[in-house]
């Protein structure tokens, strides 16, 4: 039963204070009586003012309710609506029951490892969505990945409700860290360079400084002499080397091109569990369309759920020909370079960049020789080199 109601209400009559004399007797607690232009106005629970009216009766006094206030007045209109009382408690316990299990698995600090490869791995052990979140053991899952690959460095998981974040850092490939500390190996040339400085901690430096190089040329040989002896180590060194990059890219005067024509067409699809549906759509048209997607989750009182929504819209598209001026093609080119450096030299040191413009007949070429410095040593194990 709800509690905690009260009611205000006025009283009118010529015996008002032997009533009041009467509720007291019958230890019926009263609070904030006070006389307002000859009404007499007091408060009891809501529990007891019926004892009230019936009392009032016998002093012929009349009772009037002035105000009601508290959670039993807020509530009690739910009495006749007991659908939406079921409905709520309903909502709360699917919530509950909800967070007992993982809806959603987020990946944090892969680069090169895709999230369906770390998914794929997960379920191995039991992470996958659905999953009974108390029928996983996380510690043991960690120990299994780090000993069954060697992409991963590290991982944490960190199980929260319904969700599992799980952070990973990657073996990072095509470095020269990539052979193990305890094989021999030499440090070779990953480019053909100038040797600018030489950070060796193990093994045999070959060149002096200043001394150029082609690529693949030994630089710090694992090879090394220690008394009457040769002996074979692993070495480790920072290799400091300017070098040289030469690309280049072209365009025509005229390029045929796809031009948006204004009309579209969208296909929806429900993913629940690794199961696609395809939902009813009229008039979808695949063919000259440039498709763009875009997937939602579905949420309950803010939990995920293993519901989303994949929407493939399809732009059509005509090719027409395109003609650009000297200028906008000149513009375009060197766009694509500095995109050029950004994605792959970002790594190293640009020292200086001299581009060369060819122009012919159907279009402009243009051509880049640009001058780096960084670390250029790669590991390669000895009996392989």
Not at 129 to 155: C, H, K, P, V, Y
Not at 176 to 200: E, H, Q, W, Y
Not at 298 to 309: A, D, R, S, V, Y
Request: glycine residues 8%; contains cysteine.
């Amino acid at each position: 039963m709800i509690s905690g109601g009260k009611v205000r209400f006025g009283m009118i009559g010529a015996y008002c204070e032997r009533f009041i004399d009467e509720m007291i007797a019958s230890k019926i607690r009263i609070e904030g009586i006070s006389n307002e232009n000859g009404v007499i106005y007091a408060e009891v629970s809501v529990r007891n003012y019926p004892k009230i009216a019936r009392l009032s009766r016998k002093y012929g006094v009349q009772v009037r309710i002035k105000e009601k206030k508290g959670a039993y007045f807020r509530f009690s209109g739910l009495r006749k609506r007991p659908g939406l009382i079921v409905g709520t408690f309903a909502a709360v316990f699917i919530v509950l029951l909800l967070r007992l299990f993982i809806w959603h698995i987020e990946i944090h600090g892969n680069e090169e490892l895709t999230d369906s490869y770390m998914l794929g791995l997960l379920e191995q052990y039991g992470f996958t969505s659905g999953a009974f979140a108390n029928g996983t053991d996380a510690l043991t899952a960690e120990r299994n990945i780090l000993m069954g690959s060697d992409r991963i460095n590290w991982i944490n998981i960190e199980v929260n409700g319904s969700r599992a974040d799980v952070y990973i850092s990657e073996e990072k490939s095509g470095t020269k860290d990539d052979v193990d500390f305890k094989t021999p190996c030499n440090i070779v040339a990953g480019r053909s360079g100038i040797l600018v400085d030489a950070d060796v901690s193990s093994g045999k430096l070959m060149y002096e400084k200043g001394s150029g190089f082609a690529e693949g040329s030994v630089i710090v040989s694992g090879t090394v002499s220690s008394g009457n002896t040769m002996i074979i180590v692993h070495s480790d060194a920072k290799i400091t080397a300017d070098f040289f990059e030469d690309v280049e890219f072209s365009m025509n005067y005229t390029t045929v091109e796809k031009v948006p024509t204004g009309s579209s067409s969208e296909r929806k699809q429900l993913m629940l569990f690794g199961m696609v549906i395809l939902l009813p759509s009229a008039g979808v048209s695949t063919e000259n369309t440039v498709c763009t997607e875009q997937t939602e989750e579905c949420t309950l009182f803010g939990i995920k759920l293993p519901l989303k929504i994949k929407t493939e819209t399809y732009t059509a598209y005509r090719e027409e020909p395109v003609t650009r001026k000297q200028e906008d093609i000149i513009r375009l080119l060197n766009s694509r370079l500095e995109l050029y450096k950004y994605n792959f030299l970002r790594d190293y040191e640009i020292l200086d960049t001299v581009t060369y413009l060819d122009e012919t007949d159907e279009g402009l070429t243009l051509r880049a020789r640009i001058k780096l410095r960084g670390d250029i040593g790669v590991k390669k194990p000895i009996y392989e080199h």
